[in-house]
């Protein structure tokens, strides 16, 4: 057996239940390498569980035990040139070696660069600080913070930076870990009593790049570590890239004075891309592939999925996945044909009416008094964002929207969608109230 794995499962054989462990974590198997640890699961059942219950556990584990973050490759299959029965891992775990620094391995996803990152409005700002910061660790923006909504490419930016960074000189150590493989890791310090270890191998990196921070909330010993590790390394113009879902101050239970740092250095919104740029990604995520896809499929899927990029991605792989299976061209009517019901549930949710009903909910107003002839502003607002919403994400005419808004001239449509654009590019906190009902009404 792999003799990380056999310590890995030593180690979780303190925190998870004999049953869990024999279940799904026994019958792997596993081979390690330069690269990583490699896991092979009996089947897909098995290695989507364990993928999405015990990874981040595995990893922390991991990263207790080498002193860096150390990748996972999970699959399905089996161990075959060194075959293993994974038996039940022998008693005593020891003190765990710390890895000297010269063996720093990074965890970065080569895939993830600026060359393969499409740019468009709703990203640029953001691509542009991740490379200012990437060409300039340390000095440009500390920290760097990219929030957004799921699938909007931050994480891919975010080791775009890395690899960047790495590639300017490739004895840069930069780190990358999601939130709560901090957070396991540090539960599995102070089980191990071994704080002093964990305090240094972040603080003895040039870049620390921490995934989804939201997932502190809440966790008030990990914000306190995180604090005083966030000290010592933008003390030391250690470079910082974070990302989180929302503005951090919308985050609750997140300690005032973590919030206040991170907004010492630059924070950047990422948006849902419009229609162009989703397309624009799409023919770019086939090409990478190698999957033959024309300009009018990408269109059509640019028009009906506009949730977030990771969907668009899903279906591009369905496609090509049944494009091959069944040996067929990909033309428009065979991915409609394909996706009908992915398609079908991301039109769902986009009627007038579910945007009418969304947007009273969201602005804290009764939907009569939104379709109301009131003028009051806490009112005519919320009906100009539901109005511009409507024309954005439904095929309605400007006339059918009016009707739809207590039977209101389209001019007057014309108008809320001038205003709201407006709005939307020019004031912070409009931007956010629209971004949040694009993520609500499409997610
Ligand atoms: N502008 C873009 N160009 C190319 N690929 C993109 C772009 N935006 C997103 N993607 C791709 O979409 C997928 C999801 O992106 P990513 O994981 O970076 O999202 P995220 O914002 O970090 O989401 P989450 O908050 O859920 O982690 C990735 O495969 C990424 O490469």
């Known amino acids: 057996m792999s003799d990380l794995w056999r310590r890995c499962l030593e180690r979780l054989e303190g925190d998870l239940s004999a049953e869990d462990l024999h279940t799904w974590l026994m019958p792997l198997q596993a081979r390690d390498d330069a690269d990583g640890l490699q896991l092979f699961a009996p089947n897909s059942y098995t290695l989507d569980t364990v993928r999405e219950r015990y990874l981040p556990r595995i990893e922390a584990v991991l990263l207790l035990l080498i002193g860096k973050a150390w990748p996972v490759r999970l699959e399905v299959g089996s161990n075959s040139t060194r075959p293993v029965a994974v038996a039940k891992p022998a008693?005593?775990?020891?003190?765990?070696?710390?890895?000297?620094?010269?063996?720093?391995?990074?965890?970065?996803?080569?895939h993830y660069t600026f060359e393969t990152f499409v740019e468009g409005k709703s990203n640029q700002l953001g691509k542009a600080a991740a490379m200012q910061v990437a060409t300039n660790p340390g000095r440009a923006y500390n920290p760097l913070l990219l929030y957004g909504g799921t699938g909007l490419g931050k994480t891919h930016l975010m080791h775009a930076a890395g690899n960047l960074m790495r590639e300017r000189n490739p004895d840069f150590k930069v780190m990358y870990l999601r939130s709560e493989q901090f957070v396991g890791s540090m539960i599995e310090a102070l089980?191990?009593?071994?704080?002093?270890?964990?305090?240094?191998?972040?603080?003895?990196?040039?870049?620390?790049?921490?995934?989804?921070?939201?997932?502190?909330?809440?966790?008030?010993?990990?914000?306190?570590?995180?604090?005083?590790?966030?000290?010592?390394?933008?003390?030391?113009?250690?470079?910082?890239?974070?990302?989180?879902?929302?503005?951090?101050?919308?985050v609750d239970k997140l300690e005032?004075?973590?919030?206040?740092?991170?907004?010492?250095?630059?924070?950047?919104?990422?948006?849902?891309?419009?229609?162009?740029?989703?397309?624009?990604?799409?023919?770019?995520?086939?090409?990478?592939?190698?999957?033959?896809?024309?300009?009018?499929?990408?269109?059509?899927?640019?028009?009906?999925?506009?949730?977030?990029?990771?969907?668009?991605?899903?279906?591009?792989?369905?496609?090509?996945?049944?494009?091959?299976?069944?040996?067929k061209p990909i033309t428009t009517d065979f991915a409609e044909e394909t996706l009908r019901d992915l398609l079908a549930t991301h039109?769902?949710?986009?009627?007038?009416?579910?945007?009418?009903?969304?947007?009273?909910?969201?602005?804290?107003?009764?939907?009569?008094?939104?379709?109301?002839?009131?003028?009051?502003?806490?009112?005519?607002?919320?009906?100009?964002?539901?109005?511009?919403?409507?024309?954005?994400?439904?095929?309605?005419?400007?006339?059918?929207?009016?009707?739809?808004?207590?039977?209101?001239?389209?001019?007057?449509?014309?108008?809320?969608?001038?205003?709201?654009?407006?709005?939307?590019?020019?004031?912070?906190?409009?931007?956010?109230?629209?971004?949040?009902?694009?993520?609500?009404?499409?997610?």
């Open 91 to 110: 008693a005593a775990p020891k003190a765990a070696p710390i890895a000297p620094a010269a063996a720093f391995h990074h965890n970065l996803d080569p």
């Open 191 to 250: 089980r191990a009593k071994s704080m002093d270890q964990f305090k240094q191998r972040f603080r003895s990196v040039d870049a620390l790049l921490i995934d989804d921070i939201q997932f502190f909330a809440g966790k008030d010993t990990t914000q306190e570590e995180f604090f005083h590790t966030f000290n010592a390394l933008f003390e030391s113009k250690q470079q910082i890239i974070l990302t989180c879902d929302r503005y951090p101050k919308e």
């Open 256 to 327: 005032p004075r973590l919030k206040s740092r991170l907004g010492w250095g630059l924070s950047v919104a990422i948006e849902p891309p419009d229609f162009e740029t989703r397309a624009a990604i799409l023919l770019a995520k086939a090409h990478e592939k190698g999957v033959a896809v024309d300009e009018n499929v990408a269109m059509l899927l640019a028009k009906r999925i506009r949730s977030n990029v990771r969907d668009l991605e899903g279906a591009l792989n369905t496609l090509a996945a049944r494009a091959n299976f069944y040996g």
């Open 347 to 443: 039109a769902q949710a986009i009627t007038i009416p579910n945007i009418q009903k969304i947007t009273a909910e969201y602005f804290n107003v009764r939907l009569q008094d939104l379709l109301s002839k009131r003028r009051v502003r806490s009112l005519a607002r919320p009906r100009q964002i539901a109005m511009t919403l409507s024309k954005e994400l439904t095929e309605h005419s400007l006339p059918e929207i009016g009707e739809a808004f207590g039977g209101r001239d389209h001019t007057t449509v014309m108008h809320a969608c001038k205003t709201i654009r407006k709005f939307v590019e020019t004031d912070a906190r409009m931007r956010q109230d629209w971004e949040q009902l694009i993520r609500t009404l499409t997610g």
